[in-house]
């Protein structure tokens, strides 16, 4: 199973779109947003993708309460709080918006891979047998905007970049 993972969108609605496009075309069944969305718009255009969005809160919403209620009104939308959750058939895997949080659940090897954002750069390593992946940001404030496609079976991630 092939997943995309972004993070910190901040709101920039044409580099999400183009991502959202992007991913779409590239044929992956889930998609996760690990946090700093910011407004409750983005919620819409995450609702594009066809196939599941699992969503978890960055430290920049603002107004959660509102993000929450819109994204009642899709089927594909699941908001999850501080940290997510996903059972999948390759094994489990976390994700959260804060390194710190991260990093604690990849030591504690439960997980096949843990993602995370805050930081807007793309970084990954190995907590032990966990993949800890920070897929870098949508917004293109401190580095090229981009998205990655991580392949539970393998391992393997593409950085894809935003033209």
């Not at 539970?152 to 950085?159: C, D, K, N, S, Y």
Request: charged letters at 20%; hydrophobic letters at 35%.
């Amino acid at each position: 199973m092939k997943i995309a993972v972004i993070s910190d969108t901040h709101d920039h609605v044409t580099n999400l779109e183009k991502a959202i496009d992007a991913i779409s075309d590239s044929g992956v069944e889930t998609l996760l947003h690990c946090g700093d969305l910011c407004s409750p718009f983005v919620i819409e255009r995450l609702a594009r993708f066809a196939g599941p969005v699992h969503i978890v809160f960055g430290n920049n919403e603002g107004d959660r309460y509102t993000i929450e209620l819109v994204s009642e009104r899709y089927t594909n939308i699941e908001i999850h709080g501080e940290v997510g959750f996903i059972v999948t058939e390759n094994g489990e895997i976390a994700f959260t918006h804060r390194p710190e949080f991260a990093r604690g659940l990849a030591s504690t090897a439960s997980y096949i891979a843990v993602f995370y954002g805050h930081t807007h750069r793309r970084s990954s390593e190995m907590v032990g047998g966990t993949h800890l992946v920070n897929p870098g940001e949508i917004m293109g404030l401190k580095e090229a905007p981009g998205w990655i496609l991580f392949d539970l079976e393998t391992g393997r991630q593409e950085h894809h970049t935003l033209d």
